[in-house]
Each structure stands twice: as structure tokens, then as C-alpha cells.
């Protein structure tokens, strides 16, 4: 199986960290009675710039769940028509050759889905193999890319893609002046990335899919997701995060290695989830590994800010373009999210 493209996509309106954090404080006004707080977290939370769906002043337009909920498909629709598209175009296959695609977003619901919703858009064929996932979070783009492997597996002949699409500032509480809405604030971005996955009979470019994995932590539930009430979504991010991540990642990603006759030296290139500094630094922690080992995290932590599911993504594509290591060398894509969860995939450049 291989990762014959891949493509991120933007919204329009681009602004500097330190205008968003003004932006709050003018919002907020008197009811922030600990601006250093927020300045603080943002300066802390390692992102210079990120997209927003939608200009400053929108949002405080948003009366409710169900209008939030139908701006996020508008734009999540069309990002995903975006993303998905430059996907296809990079990896030079046509829309209707195009067999299965699976969508995961967690920042918004909609029936008939997205992906149902860009078949016309698109030009995508009628009888496209459609499975959209909900809930998975910032895991989702790996566990997409998983799936989209596994399908090509059982039908080496044919090509599958998936989209990641999050608009996570339509999740922030405009009235929770909470830590940890605070922190959200200061590292949540909107976005989408894609990226196609063709049949191993096919001859296609690209890094190739050797294996994947996913590993589940026990009695973790509680650290990460969304808590869902009558004004939406709300985050929740325990400071537990780091730590668990330090104590469990490296085993089960060494099994993992194992189980392919490798070990972490083999290992050349890195893709992780960029969930904000205190995670990418403890995966450098878990795993030994520099600051520079973790670049293209790092970077697109700092250009983007955190896409949930669609940053791995993001970050793969940085590698593809920028960053693509030596021919024949090992990498792994990892990402992490609300389980507590981590998807592993092992690929040979």
C-alpha cells in the first residue's frame, strides 16, 4: 500500500497569535480578570499563527449549538472539497477513479454526511464506498489512514483516501474562562487534510505502508474528549496527558517495532501529531529523541496551531514535500487521542 498524495487546506481568514489573544481580551473585557493568564498560556502554547474559519466578530454572532453546528458544515465542506481534491490532483488520479473514502471529524455532526455531501462537489462516483467516523479525535487522521490501508489490502487494484476535517474554534465556550478553555483558545486552529492510498498491484510513488497498529490504554477514558451539553462541545484535555504518554508510548510502539524485526534506531523519520509542546515533548521523552527529530511537529504546531484529527496529516504532507527522507529508510506516523489511544503506522520511503 502506498501514500500517493497528500494535501492540506486553509481557511482564508489567517491571524497571528498575538491577534487572537488581543482578540479575547476585547471580547471578554472586564469578565477576564487574569489577562496575564492568557497571555501566558498563548505565548506558552508554541503556535505564531493559525486559520480561522470565520473573522473575530462572527463568532460572538453564533446564538447556539445548531447554528454553530451548520456554519462548521458549510466550511467543513468546503476545505474537505479542497484538500480532498489537491489530494487526488498530487497523486494524478482522477475523482472517479476513486473507490473508498473515509471522513473523521469530531468539531461537528451532519446527516447526510460530509463525504455524501462531496460526491457532486466532487465528481465522485455513485457507487463509492462511503464510512464516515465520528469521535476519535486527534487520532483520527491515523486511524483514517489505517483504514484507507487496510482497504487497498483486500483490493490491491483499487485506490481509497481519507479527510480529516476540524473547525475547532467553532468548539470554544465564548463565556468559559476556565484554564482549560483558555488553553484551548490559545491552541485549537481549523483546517482539513487528506490523503490517497493506493493498491500494492498498483505502481504508485510514494512511501509504502509496511504496518500498522493500534494500541488502547486501559482505564484512560476520562483524559480526553468532549463533554457535550446544550452549548456544544467542551473540551476536555487532562494534565495527566503528558505523562501517560511518557510511561506508555515507548512500549507498545517497540512491540510494535519488534513485531516487523526493528527497532527504534531504524527508525529515520518521525510524523506525530503535533498536540501542543508538552505533548511533542513528551514523545522526544518516551522515545529519546532531539528537537530536531520532531521538525516538521514542531513547525506545523507553530504555522497551524493543533487541527485534532487533521494535523497528522498536515505534518505528513510538510514531510512529503520538505522534509522526505532518504529512499528505502523507515518512518513512522504516529498520532494519539481520546481513549486515551495511539495509532501506529509503519512505513518504508
Known amino acids: 500500500m502506498t501514500i500517493v498524495g497528500v494535501a492540506a487546506a486553509f481557511p482564508q481568514n489567517h491571524y497571528s497569535q498575538t491577534a487572537i489573544t488581543e482578540a479575547l481580551k476585547q471580547h471578554w473585557g ?121 482497504y487497498v489490502r483486500a483490493f490491491p487494484e483499487e485506490v481509497a483516501a481519507v479527510l480529516a476535517v476540524e473547525i475547532c474554534s467553532l468548539t470554544i465556550q465564548a463565556d468559559d474562562l476556565s484554564d482549560l478553555n483558555l488553553l484551548a483558545t490559545g491552541l485549537f486552529s481549523d483546517g482539513a487534510g487528506a490523503a490517497i492510498v493506493a493498491g500494492p498491484t498498483r505502481r504508485a510513488e510514494g512511501p509504502t505502508i509496511v504496518d500498522t497498529r493500534s494500541v488502547f490504554y486501559p482505564e484512560t477514558e476520562q483524559l480526553a474528549g468532549w ?76 504555522e497551524a496551531g493543533n487541527i485534532s484529527s487533521a494535523s497528522v496529516l498536515h505534518v505528513l504532507e510538510e514531510v512529503m514535500t520538505h522534509r522526505r527522507p532518504a529512499p528505502r529508510t523507515h518512518g513512522l506516523i504516529i498520532a494519539m487521542g481520546p481513549g486515551f489511544c495511539a495509532e501506529l503506522i509503519l512505513v518504508r520511503w
Open 30 to 150: 472586564a469578565r477576564l480578570t487574569r489577562p496575564a493568564m492568557l497571555d501566558r498560556i498563548h505565548v506558552h502554547a508554541g503556535v505564531r499563527q493559525r486559520h480561522l474559519a470565520f473573522p473575530f466578530d462572527q463568532y460572538a454572532k453564533f446564538t447556539g449549538w445548531g447554528e454553530a453546528n451548520r456554519a462548521w458544515l458549510k466550511v467543513a465542506t468546503e476545505l474537505g472539497e479542497h484538500a480532498l481534491g489537491s489530494a487526488l490532483q498530487r497523486a494524478g488520479i482522477e475523482p472517479t477513479d476513486l473507490d473508498a473514502l473515509y471522513v473523521v471529524t469530531v468539531t461537528g455532526v451532519a446527516s447526510p454526511s460530509l463525504d455524501a455531501r462531496l460526491i457532486n462537489r466532487i465528481g465522485l462516483r455513485s457507487d463509492l464506498k462511503r464510512t464516515p467516523i465520528f469521535g476519535l479525535g486527534c487520532v483520527g487522521g491515523a486511524v483514517g489512514l489505517t483504514r484507507a490501508a487496510d
Open 227 to 302: 463533554e457535550i451539553s446544550d452549548r456544544g462541545f467542551r473540551v476536555i484535555l487532562s494534565r495527566e496527558l503528558p505523562e501517560v504518554t511518557r510511561r506508555r508510548l515507548a512500549a507498545g510502539i517497540d512491540e510494535f517495532l519488534a513485531h516487523n524485526h526493528l527497532t527504534r534506531a531504524a527508525i529515520e523519520s518521525w510524523v506525530i501529531h503535533p498536540g501542543g509542546p508538552k505533548i511533542i515533548e513528551a514523545f522526544e521523552q518516551a522515545l529519546d529523541l532531539n528537537r530536531g527529530e520532531l521538525a516538521a511537529a514542531w513547525h506545523c504546531l507553530a
